[in-house]
C-alpha cells in the first residue's frame, strides 16, 4: 500500500511570531521555518508502518514556495519518505484549495492511506485532513493516537474530549495526527545526504487546474490584548488572602 | 440570516460549548438548532428551551449515534438548503465535522472565531494565538467553529422552539465506532470551570501530580489541567492538556503550578480572568502573565496553601 504524506512549511515553532507594524500579518522575513510538527509525526507513522510491511511506498507532497524543497521535503525524505511532490506557488493557498490540490495528487498517485498533520501552527484551521476526506469520500481518522492496519480497514484511536475512542474506517482513509502518536525521528547527515537523490517531481498549481482563488480576506492581523504587569506575593497566607478577595477561597 | 448550530450532547444533556455557539449565531440572525443521535427526544426538548432559539431539528437515528464526522455531515448539508451559515463548537467532535460540511458545500471554514464583527466579518486566532486576524469571507454560505470561552452561554431556559423531525441521511458505511475509554471525573468540566488547577513538569511523578494537584483543586472546587510536559510524561491523562493543541480554557482564575508558560501552553489559558503562578524559577515566562505570582518551591508551597484553603 502507498501512503500519501502532505507536509507544510511553517514557522519554526520555538519562534515568537511577531505582528507586522502595518497590521498585514505575521513578519516572516529571515525567520527560522520548518516542518510543521504535526507532519513530522505523519511521517513517522508512515515510515513505521513501511517498517512493519504495512506500507510500500511513502510519498510526500508539499504545496508552497520553492523553498519548501529544501526545508521540508528534503527533511522528509531523510526521515524516510521515498519521494517527493513540490506543488509550486508563492501565494498562500488555503485549507480548501489545498484539499483539491491534495485530492488531484490522490487520484493520480492511489494511495491506500494519506497521513495528514491535525493542524498547522501558523493558521490553526484543523481543516486539511477533514475537507479532503470529504472530497475524496474517504472515511476519516483525526486527532489520532494509535493508527493499526488491519487487511482492507485501518483502526483508528482518536483523542477525544474527555478521553479516547477507537474508530474502524474502511480503507482508503484520511489519518490526521495528534501529539501522542509517535515520537518522530531526527534525519541523520548520512539520511539527508541519501535523500538528496530521492526524486522530487516539480509541479505547480495550474498543472491540477484547481483554482486557489482565496475564498477569506485578512483585513487585519494585530497582536493580542497584553495583559495588565501581575504582582508577586511573599507568602502563601498572602496568595490566600488574595483567592480571598476573589471570591474563590 | 438563518442560522443553523450543531448541538453537542452526550444524549442526557446539551453542552456548555453549544451554549456558547448559540451566543454567536444569534449575532447572525435567527437561531435553528440540529440534534442528531439516538434517542434524542430527551436532548431535543431540552434544546428547545434555549433562550432565542427557533426550530430545534432533529435526527434519531443509529447512523449518528456516535457523532461519525462521514454521516452527520451529509445530514447537515442536506439541511443548509434553507440556512445561511451552520455554526459548530470548536470542540474535538465539532472540528471533526465541520470541515467536511465546508468542502461538500464548497466554501472555506472560518475556525474558531473569538467575534462576530459582521455578516461576513470574524475574529480568530492564529499562531497559537500570538496573532489575532479579522478575516473577511466571500463566501455565499458559512461554516463557523466557534471558541467557547470567547462567548458568554446563552441561557438554558426561556426558549420556546419548535421541534421538528428530519428524515436521516443513513450510514455512508465509511466508519464504525468500536469502543470509547472516557475518564470518569467528579470534578467540573475543564472548558467550563471557573476555576482551573493545573500541574506542570515540575511536579516530577504521576504520585506527586495527584497528591498536590487534586487535594487544591478540590478545596477550590476547580478543574485539574496540566502541561503537555506533564501529559507527555505521564503525569496526568491527554484530555488534562491545556494548550494550542489541548484544550483552550478562560476561567475566573487559574493556577499554574509547576508550569514554565511556553508559548503553547500560554495559548490555551492566558485569557483567564486572573492567573496565579507557582513557580521556583522567578524568571519563568509563566510570570510575565501571571497576575499573582509566588516564587518558592511547590512541594512546600502546595500543602501550605491547600492546608489554609
Known amino acids: 500500500m502507498k501512503v500519501l504524506v502532505p507536509v507544510k512549511r511553517v514557522l519554526d515553532y520555538n519562534v515568537k511570531p511577531r505582528v507586522k507594524a502595518d497590521g498585514t500579518g505575521v513578519d516572516l522575513a529571515n525567520v527560522k521555518m520548518s516542518m510543521n510538527p504535526f507532519d513530522e509525526i505523519a511521517i513517522e507513522e508512515a515510515v513505521r508502518l513501511k517498517e512493519k510491511g504495512a506500507a510500500t511506498e511513502i510519498v510526500v507532497v508539499t504545496i508552497g514556495v520553492a523553498k519548501a524543497e529544501t526545508d521540508v521535503l528534503l527533511t522528509a525524505r531523510a526521515m524516510g519518505a521515498d519521494r517527493g511532490i513540490l506543488i509550486q506557488t508563492d501565494e498562500e493557498v488555503e485549507p480548501l484549495a489545498v484539499a483539491k490540490l491534495l485530492a488531484k495528487v490522490a487520484q493520480e498517485e492511489q494511495p491506500g492511506l494519506i497521513i495528514l498533520g491535525k493542524q ?38 482518536r483523542e477525544i474530549d474527555g478521553g479516547l475512542e477507537t474508530v474502524d474506517l474502511k480503507l482508503p482513509a484520511i489519518v490526521t495526527t495528534d501529539l501522542r502518536l509517535n515520537e518522530p525521528r531526527y534525519a541523520t547527515l548520512p539520511n539527508i545526504m541519501k535523500a538528496k537523490t530521492k526524486p522530487v517531481a516539480k509541479k505547480t498549481v495550474a498543472d491540477y487546474g484547481v483554482d486557489v482563488t482565496p475564498r477569506l480576506k ?12 501581575g504582582i508577586k506575593v511573599g507568602s502563601v497566607d498572602e496568595l490566600v488572602e488574595k483567592l480571598k478577595g476573589m471570591g474563590v477561597a | 440570516m438563518k442560522t443553523l448550530v450543531w448541538v453537542e450532547h452526550d444524549h442526557q444533556s446539551v453542552k456548555d460549548a453549544t451554549l456558547s455557539t448559540v451566543t454567536a449565531a444569534a449575532k447572525l440572525g435567527e437561531v435553528h438548532l440540529l440534534v442528531a443521535g439516538k434517542g434524542v427526544s430527551g436532548v431535543a426538548e431540552a434544546a428547545a428551551q434555549i433562550a432565542g432559539v427557533g426550530k430545534v431539528h432533529v435526527a434519531d437515528d443509529a447512523a449518528y449515534e456516535h457523532f461519525l464526522a462521514e454521516n452527520i455531515a451529509p445530514l447537515i448539508v442536506q439541511l443548509m438548503g434553507d440556512h445561511d451559515a451552520v455554526l459548530f463548537p470548536a470542540t474535538t467532535t465539532g472540528k471533526n465535522v465541520a470541515p467536511r460540511v465546508a468542502a461538500a458545500l464548497d466554501v472555506m471554514q472560518i475556525s474558531d472565531i473569538l467575534s462576530v464583527e459582521g455578516a461576513d466579518t470574524f475574529t480568530r486566532p492564529i499562531y497559537a494565538g500570538n496573532a489575532i486576524a479579522t478575516v473577511q469571507t466571500s463566501d455565499k454560505k458559512l461554516v463557523i467553529t466557534v471558541r467557547g470561552t470567547a462567548f458568554d452561554k446563552a441561557a438554558t431556559t426561556g426558549g420556546s422552539g419548535t421541534v421538528e423531525a428530519v428524515a436521516a441521511a443513513g450510514d455512508k458505511g465509511l466508519s464504525t465506532f468500536v469502543g470509547a475509554e472516557i475518564a470518569a471525573s467528579e470534578r467540573p468540566e475543564l472548558t467550563s470551570a471557573k476555576v482551573v488547577v493545573s500541574g506542570g513538569r515540575a511536579l516530577g511523578s504521576q504520585e506527586q501530580f495527584h497528591a498536590l494537584i487534586d487535594p487544591l483543586a478540590d478545596k477550590l472546587g476547580a478543574a485539574v489541567g496540566a502541561s503537555r510536559a506533564a501529559v507527555d510524561a505521564g503525569y496526568a491523562p491527554n484530555d488534562y492538556q491545556v494548550g494550542q493543541t489541548g484544550k483552550i480554557v478562560a476561567p475566573q482564575v487559574y493556577v499554574a503550578v509547576g508550569i514554565s508558560g511556553a508559548i503553547q501552553h500560554l495559548a490555551g489559558m492566558k485569557d483567564s480572568k486572573t492567573i496565579v503562578a507557582i513557580n521556583k524559577d522567578e524568571d519563568a515566562p509563566i510570570f510575565q502573565v501571571a497576575d499573582i505570582g509566588l516564587v518558592g518551591d511547590l512541594f512546600t508551597l502546595v500543602p501550605e496553601l491547600t492546608g489554609k484553603l
Open chain 1, 120 to 157: 498547522a501552527i501558523d493558521d490553526d484551521s484543523n481543516q486539511t485532513g477533514q475537507m479532503l476526506g470529504q472530497l475524496l469520500g474517504w472515511a476519516q481518522g483525526t486527532f489520532a493516537s494509535k493508527v493499526e492496519i488491519d487487511g482492507e480497514r485501518v483502526k483508528v484511536t
Open chain 1, 218 to 229: 485578512t483585513l487585519k492581523v494585530v497582536e493580542p490584548a497584553k495583559r495588565q504587569a
